[in-house]
Each structure stands twice: as C-alpha cells, then as structure tokens.
C-alpha cells in the first residue's frame, strides 16, 4: 500500500523547538491531530539513546497505522524494524540502503535539483523530500532555497514517474495551501508537505495538525474562481469588455495602494476619475481591516524604503487570507541588489493575482540574473514581440497568476491565452505615473471582476489607453502638461458613459 503523504511530520530535538516536552508526547499529540507518517529525525542523541527514542516512537506510530522513517540511520531503522528510512544527499547511498533493509523498506531521498530527483526515481526511491522551500530557522545548512518556482520546475522533470513527493522547508499554517498550489506543474503536484516547527514547536501540536489537515484538502481562497465560463476568442473577449467597464463602475472597487511617493497623487485621481474609491496606506497592519472591504491591493516598491518589504508581506498575508486580488508592479526590479532581494521576499511570501512591469522588471522576476537595468525605465529592449509573449505566459503559468508586460505593446496572459494590446499614446511615456496608474487600474477591475481575471485587467487596459488616444487628440493639448488634465477627463468621461450603459466608446477602438 502506498504510504499517505500528505501529512508529513519530521522530529526534532532542538530545545528550542521541543521547549523541554517530551518528544513522544508531542508526536503522540500531533497523530491525534491528523499527521500522516513520521520521520524520526535525530542530530543529537546518542545511538542507544536514538534506538530507545525510535522504538517508544514506533510503539505509538503503530497504534495509529502511520509508518516510522528514520533520517540517515539505517542501522537505527533496522535495529527496531521501523518501516523505512529518509537519506538526504550526503547520507548512504541509495542501493547500499536497499541492499541492507528489509525489500518492502520504504526509501525517501531529498532533493534540491532536477538532476537529484531523476537520479533518486531512476534509482527506484518511493517519494522524495523537495526542498528547501522557504529558508527556515530549523535547518539552516540546507544547499538551495527554491521556492514554488523550482519545485515546480522538479516535480515537472519526474512527471511521468509514480514517485511520492513532499515539499519541505519554512512551511506553515498560513503558506501551505499557496505552497500546493504554486508548485502544482501540468502534470504532477505534491502529494503532501513536510513539516517540522510548525508541529513539534506549537503550543498544541494536536490543534496544529488538525488546522494543516483542514487547510491541506481545500485550494486557497484566491484560487477559487465562479463558475462562469471563461472567454476564449479574441473577439468575444473584447465584446465583453464594455460590460465589465460598467461592472467596475457600478460595484466602485476600493484600491488600497501601497505605492511610491512620487506618482501617489496622479494614481489616486486617476482611480477617482474611472469610479474607484482609492486609499494610500504603507501601513501594513493597516491591511487588516482594509481588506474586508473586498477592494484589491497594489503593492509598488517604486520608493522602497527598510520597512517597505515587511508592511508588503504583512499586506499581502491579509489580502490572500481573504482571497482578495493583489498586484504586484515590482518597480524597478533589476536595478539593485536591495531591489532584488526585495522581489525574492514577496515572491517567496505570497500570493499576485497579477504581476505588471515592463519588460526588465519580468524578466528579474522570471529569475533571469543577466539583467542589469539602470534606473527604473527599462532600458533597451532585447526581446522581440514573440519573446515577451513567451515570457509573460511562461511566468502566469509558473505563478498560476496573470501577468502584465508593459511598453509600446503590451503583452498580456494568464499562462493560456496571451493578448497584444497595441492601444495608447506616446504621451503616456512622458508623464511619471502613468504606468503605476495601470497596475491601480488592474486592482480595480480584478476586484470588481473575478471570474476572468485576464478579461478584467484587458478591460482596465483598454480603458486607460482609449482614454490616453481620446486626450491626446483634442486641439488644446500640445504636450504632456496639457495632456494630464484632458487624460483624467477622458477617464471620467469614459466612466460616465459606462454608467449610462453607453458603449461608443469602445466601438472600433480596440
Ligand atoms: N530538511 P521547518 S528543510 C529537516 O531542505 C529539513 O531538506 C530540509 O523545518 C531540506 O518545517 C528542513 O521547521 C527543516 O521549516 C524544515
Ligand atoms: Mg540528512
């Protein structure tokens, strides 16, 4: 019978994290809570000390039909017939283990690379520990940090394998469903995580178990979209769009911003003018309360400061909890090394419904590190049309998220379907503010919108640069001064006309 992963418990016998209890007890506790196999993990004891811990472990495993795993020690594993044993990469090898364990021994190996978990599946192990997924207090010598993103890029190497997977590293109660959810690739997903500080280190183990057994079977709320078709040709697509202008204005979406200092105040008239209700807050705590409005946030760390990244991700925690959509314009993503770190962090730490930047902010964020932009324009492009297609489909389908590449085209998926929006004006390079306007705008309508959320942000977009073509082309504005005033009118007069349920705007436009 294949062993259930899903609830993957691993000991440890740091004071700090066993505070003083008893290790069986907390074991015992987290069964009763729901854990699904358990690895004895031990880098502190004695051999006779592990042996006599293993076999009171296995006494109380085996009440609850849970198989018992030892890390590294084979000869542990054999002196008291525990049902396999967990070897990391620098542990014995995989055949000299199989070699000496009883044939039906369950063998987990961990891996960190593509190339260690072929190896692991061709040598023949029954599931593999993948990790380190976030960095984490509890193993501080583990060899990579890879994130969603590179046990995504893993479990699609071993897809066609029947191997059992557990993710490991830094998870808990408030990031395991995202951790199941982003690391999902097209044919193959975890089949449970691995957890040690989360369990061993609680309060009440049992409770603990409990909540990761509830959180493990359900998909995380902003993941869970109606049940309205979604809309597939181009041309049915933009049909649609003037109805969901009228939907934004009609539910008037709050937009929390978290944005840069230098563009606050356009942004904010620019949401006021399309019929949104927009409120400044850098205060994370402050997200709390503001995301039971059901509004959006938008997180721009175009003024990062030391605090921006904490307030971001205490933002974001409160927004994904909710399943409220948030948008992610990582402003100047390449241009330094803070800057990068800082796009590390918040991938790392939550969830976007939509990533928009230009084309040298996607690629940092895609992880591309031979990008070195200047400043927070984007610098020369080095990417045809048909590569940035590539490329914002490429990372929505890695995120499970929409992604939003912005310039001249900008280029728009939701890892699916990519549409190449050719709307807008020149003009619209030469005021500060206009891009971040598009990532407030996308807020709007994602939240007003929810069931098709490359439809919502392609309505916004469409909005936005219809309106930037009406304003340039009035005979008053000669430049981009004058372009500013006459571009919140035509925002406005945009809004007004989807209120009345009057589409001209949109006729042949798009
Ligand atoms: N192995 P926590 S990370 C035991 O990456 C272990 O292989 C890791 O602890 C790996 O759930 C890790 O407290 C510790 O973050 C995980
Ligand atoms: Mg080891």
Request: glycine share 10%; aromatic share 6%; charged share 20%.
């Amino acid at each position: 019978m294949p062993v259930d992963l899903s609830l993957y418990l691993v000991t440890d016998a740091t004071p700090a994290i066993l505070k003083g209890r008893d290790l069986c007890e907390v074991v015992e506790s987290a069964l009763e809570g729901g854990v699904t196999v358990v690895q004895y993990r031990d880098k502190f004891n004695d051999t006779g000390v592990q042996i006599e811990i293993a076999r009171k472990l296995h006494q109380i495993t085996k009440k609850f039909n849970v198989p018992l795993l030892i890390n590294d020690r084979v000869d542990v594993a054999l002196a008291i017939g525990a049902e396999g044993v967990h070897l990391g990469q620098d542990d014995m090898l995989f055949e000299q283990a199989k070699r000496l364990l009883p044939k039906d021994a369950i063998i987990g190996i961990s891996a960190s690379t593509i190339e260690e978990a072929q190896k692991a599946v061709a040598d023949g192990a029954d599931y593999l520990g993948i990790g380190t997924m976030f960095a984490t207090a509890t193993k501080t010598n583990t060899k990579n940090v890879i994130g969603t993103a590179g046990t995504q890029a893993i479990l699609d190497a071993i897809k066609d394998s029947g191997v059992g997977t557990v993710s490991i590293g830094g998870i808990n109660h408030s990031n395991v469903q995202r951790v199941i959810y982003q690391s999902q690739s097209a044919k193959k997903g975890l089949d449970g995580v691995a957890i040690v500080s989360a369990i061993i280190a609680a309060d009440d183990p049992k409770a603990s178990a409990e909540k990761f057994v509830e959180l493990i079977k359900n998909p995380p709320r902003f993941a869970l979209t109606s049940n309205s078709p979604r809309v597939n040709e181009a041309e049915a697509l933009l049909n649609d769009v003037p109805k969901i202008v009228r939907k934004m204005v009609e539910v008037h979406p709050l937009v929390h911003n978290m944005i840069n200092s230098v563009v606050m105040n356009f942004v904010a008239n620019v949401a006021l003018s399309i019929g949104a209700s927009p409120i400044m807050s850098p205060y994370g705590d402050e997200a709390t309360d503001l995301c039971n409005f059901d509004g959006s946030l938008l997180i721009n760390m175009g003024t990062l400061t030391s605090e921006s990244v904490s307030n971001y991700l205490k933002a974001m925690a409160a927004y994904n909890l909710r399943g409220n959509p948030v948008v992610y314009d990582p402003v100047g993503a390449a241009a330094t090394k803070i800057r990068r770190n800082a796009v590390n962090q918040l991938m790392a730490g939550g969830y976007f419904d939509l990533i928009k930047g230009n084309e040298g902010e996607i690629r940092q964020v895609w992880g591309s590190n031979a990008v070195q932009q200047r400043g927070v324009d984007s610098g020369p492009s080095t990417l045809d049309g048909n590569q940035k297609a590539t490329l914002a489909r490429d990372l929505a389908r890695r995120e499970r998220n929409i992604v939003l590449l912005t310039g001249a085209t900008d280029y728009l998926s939701d890892g699916e379907r990519v549409i190449a929006v050719k709307n807008g004006h020149p003009y619209l390079g030469q005021v500060t503010g206009t891009g971040c306007a598009i990532g407030t705008i996308s807020g709007c309508f994602l939240a007003a919108h929810r069931s098709d959320r490359l439809l919502a942000v392609l309505s916004g977009i469409l909005m936005y640069e219809i309106a930037a073509e009406n304003a340039a082309s009035k005979e008053y504005v000669r430049g981009p001064g004058s372009f500013v005033p006459a571009f919140l009118d035509e925002l406005y007069a945009i809004r007004t006309a989807a209120a009345k349920g009057d589409d001209s705007w949109f006729v042949g436009r798009a």
